[in-house]
């Protein structure tokens, strides 16, 4: 009995593995339903770089948020934070994402002496189980272009 119970758990993953496999090999994301199920605001990514950008400068980074809690979900506010580096600063808030609907979520980054910059926002929501979200942000900031070299 074992032995046929051993072959048939085998037959069935290696159906689901095939099955998965064809979706993603066609660009789908079969498990995209299996997150949102688990998490009611999802984040396209919780981390981004700036990567390299001269000091006196504002940077625009977004984020976009993803509703799937079934109910719209307020943004309510967020950690601004300022270092010797620069300020990250949340721009356009409160804001209100729709049932299943999407919303970028813009962050400026002001930045002032050169270095290594790795800091990170919590952005406040009315989402049960999921009431702070944080977003880094990360590059290396360099000096001001010298006099008659092209600024950004």
Not at 47 to 61: C, D, L, N, V, Y
Not at 91 to 109: K, R, W, Y
Request: charged content about 20%; some cysteine.
């Amino acid at each position: 009995m074992s032995k046929w119970l051993n072959v048939v758990s085998y037959v069935l993953f290696s159906l689901t593995a095939l099955i998965i496999g064809f979706g993603v090999a066609r660009g789908e994301r079969p498990w995209e339903p299996l997150i949102a199920a688990r998490d009611p605001l999802v984040l396209d990514a919780p981390s981004k770089s700036f990567g390299r950008e001269a000091s006196h400068q504002t940077i625009p980074i977004t984020f976009t948020l993803t509703n799937h809690s079934g109910r719209p979900v307020r943004v309510v506010g967020a950690s601004n934070y300022c270092s010797r580096w620069g300020c990250v600063v949340a721009q356009g808030l409160p804001f209100e994402i729709a049932a299943e609907g999407a919303h970028d979520v813009t962050i400026e980054l002001e930045t002032r002496e050169p270095g290594p910059f790795d800091q990170s926002i919590n952005v406040f929501t009315d989402c049960p189980g999921r009431g702070e979200l944080t977003l880094r942000i990360t590059g290396e900031i360099t000096a001001l272009p010298a006099e008659g070299e092209a600024r950004r």
